[in-house]
């Protein structure tokens, strides 16, 4: 690979060693947050005090230590005077998440779901007395996810017997306990929408006479006779809506041009506070139920930025008079930030270390647009929306380009901080990151351009993304490389095989090699979800394996990079060995990198520090191959 026109400033080292803090949660006294952060190398959790009327940041104490165990989430109890939370975490990245008992006063702990330890743990909602605990897991099967309720003194007690697949989650107690909701996930697109009656365990299907839809967020309303949702149904964006109980008619409250996100009630029941995705970047509001009014938070200085990018999450004090929340920009990493409601002032109370290196020195993108191969109706050519990053004026030009493909397909890249990508910005490397169909954020119907028959067509948005690359002046054409992860990394593999002649070189980290293998193998709980997007084994096999990077791997010519975690329970390692295997017998240069005690992705930093090296490393030593413009 052709070397950058300079050494970089700073090491990799540096970029890896900034962090992140997300996932708050306010104690039920109020004057306390918990919250997760990598500093010690893995995700742990924290609490921090806050300082009364100050802008002060405390240092924040320790709360879990274990070492192989990563936190994935933290929930305070609402009873006064309790100090205890409920605390998540995996074991090597397997995603069989476990429940415990944590005492914030001297960390000592009680496992909740010892036994289980094959099952995977969905935390739903404290009982507004602390007494007990609402969950879903798929002890009984595999495939299946059925309710639970847990006396914090006595063991789970099994509510519902669910016998569909998909996850059960949204789940919250009514306001007198005796039901709760429930959403479950035939799809991505398609959500049941359940409320059970939590001591007979009869359920209503609440979804059953409506249109497919999703169910990002559900919440009681304070009397119990409504349910405040976040769904797309009978429009093509997430809005927030009151759907009522007696005659499950819906009532739209907030209805943006884009998706709303990460909705939830205040205590009192007076506020819903809830995000709008606007093209990527976050604006936070509060609604007022009693007015109808909407307020927006104060702009931070960091924009354009996200809110809950880590963690999906926002939580009031349990006073109802602030809001936290995680944010984050991409020249700023991740903090706990605070909005108190009566003084309109937002302040962070974390400060997230960015390696020693000056904020000034990170990049922020351009929101860009470039032509692909279709039309949208009702006219006009398709634009596909993406995140131009250039490195600072220093490097010589032209420059080479990355271009960051995000998984999902169900996701989109938003400007959140990315170290490696500040990294190779800051080796002289620029970087685009579209949104090629399928992404969401844009609408379902943007959202379903990529299903099942038409999944090359983002394909080829990829390939348009290089060929918009090539026309930049500040691009060398012949130094173009294609990056991604899970499903962003069957977006790599396919590139290379169905454009050989636009790249020079992918990495493709946790990716899909074949989509029936892959389904094959794959963990069973997922097994429907996917086959929902990508096709099912049963109807779809020739097709799925048509378009499978594996059947076409003697098209892929361009030096690749390969990193798996032998833990990953959604894309198997052996989609990494058999693509590694069919390339180096045909001769392609191929590396791979597996993580024991990894799964879907890098978690800790010990292992970071070898990956991301090494894929600069990989990019610095494999020559481009020439091709002309």
């Not at 476990?98 to 009680?110: H, N, P, R």
């Not at 209503?204 to 249109?211: D, E, H, K, V």
């Not at 509060?286 to 880590?310: F, K």
Request: proline residues 6%; negative net charge; charged residues 20%.
């Amino acid at each position: 690979m052709k070397a950058v026109s300079r050494r970089p400033r700073y090491p990799i080292s540096r970029y890896l060693n900034t962090h992140a803090a997300y996932f708050p949660s306010f104690a039920a006294d109020g004057r306390r947050v918990a919250f997760i952060t990598d500093i010690t190398g893995v995700p742990q959790l924290w609490q921090v005090a806050l300082a009364p009327e100050s802008d002060a940041v405390l240092w924040p104490d320790q709360l879990s230590f274990e070492a192989e165990q990563r936190a994935t989430g933290a929930w305070f109890s609402p009873a006064a005077g309790d100090s205890r939370l409920i605390n998540a975490r995996d074991v090597g990245g397997d995603e069989n998440v476990q429940l415990y008992l944590l005492s914030t006063e001297d960390a000592t702990e009680i496992p909740l779901t010892a036994g289980y330890e094959g099952a995977l743990h969905i935390f739903g909602e404290w009982s507004r007395d602390g007494s007990r605990i609402l969950f879903s897991a798929n002890r009984r099967h595999p495939g299946l996810f059925d309710l639970y309720v847990q006396p914090l003194d006595g063991q789970a007690r099994l509510v519902w017997q669910n016998e569909a697949p998909g996850f059960l989650f949204n789940l919250s107690f009514s306001p007198d306990g005796g039901r709760a909701i429930a959403a479950r996930m035939a799809s991505s697109f398609h959500h049941d929408l359940i409320e059970i009656d939590l001591m007979s365990g009869a359920t209503r299907l609440l979804s059953q006479a409506m249109a497919p839809a999703r169910y990002d967020a559900v919440c009681y309303a304070p009397d119990g006779r409504a349910l405040f949702v976040n769904t797309d149904l009978g429009s093509d964006f997430l809005h927030i809506a009151r759907l009522d109980l007696d005659d499950g008619a819906t009532e739209p409250l907030d209805a943006p041009d884009w998706d709303a996100e990460l909705m939830t009630l205040s205590p009192d029941g007076r506020y819903l506070a809830y995000d709008v995705n606007v093209g990527g970047a976050s604006e936070l509001n509060l609604l007022d139920l009693a007015s109808g009014t909407i307020r927006t938070a104060p702009e931070l200085s960091i924009r354009p930025g996200v809110l809950g990018m880590m963690d999906q999450h926002l939580v009031f004090s349990p006073d109802s008079s602030r809001l936290a929340f995680s944010f984050t920009s991409a020249t700023r990493t991740s903090d706990i930030f605070i909005w108190d409601l009566a003084t309109d002032r937002v302040r962070a109370i974390t400060q997230s270390s960015h390696g020693g290196i000056p904020l000034d020195s990170f990049i922020a993108p351009e929101l860009v647009h470039y032509p692909t191969l279709d039309s949208a109706e009702p006219g006009g050519v398709r634009e596909i929306p993406a995140w131009f990053y250039k490195p600072a004026d220093e490097h010589d030009l032209p420059v080479p380009a990355i271009v960051v493909v995000h998984g999902g397909p169900e996701s989109q890249f938003r400007p959140y901080f990315q170290f490696l990508i500040q990294y190779f910005l800051n080796c002289g490397y620029a970087v685009l990151a579209p949104n090629v169909r399928g992404s969401t954020g844009y609408g379902k119907t943007y959202s379903h351009l990529d299903d099942v028959e038409k999944r090359m067509d983002s394909v080829a948005d990829l390939a348009y993304a290089a060929y918009w690359l090539i026309e930049q002046p500040e691009i060398d054409a012949n130094d173009l490389v294609v990056y991604g992860g899970s499903y962003g990394g069957f977006m790599v593999l396919s590139a290379l095989a169905t454009y050989p002649d636009l790249w020079a070189a992918g990495v493709n980290i946790v990716g899909i090699s074949n989509f029936v293998t892959f389904l094959e193998n794959t963990s069973e709980y997922r097994r429907a979800h996917r086959e929902a997007e990508y096709g099912c084994l049963e109807h779809d096999r020739g097709f799925l394996e048509s378009i499978s990077p594996l059947t076409q791997v003697d098209q892929i010519a361009a030096p690749l990079m390969v990193i798996h975690g032998a833990n990953d329970p959604r894309v198997p390692l052996s989609e990494a060995q058999q693509l590694v295997e069919a390339l180096s017998a045909q001769g392609t240069p191929v590396e791979l990198l597996v993580f024991d005690d990894e799964g879907h992705g890098l978690s800790k930093l010990k292992n970071k520090l070898v990956a991301y090296p090494a894929i600069v490393d990989f990019l610095d030593r494999h020559p481009f191959r020439s091709r002309s413009k």
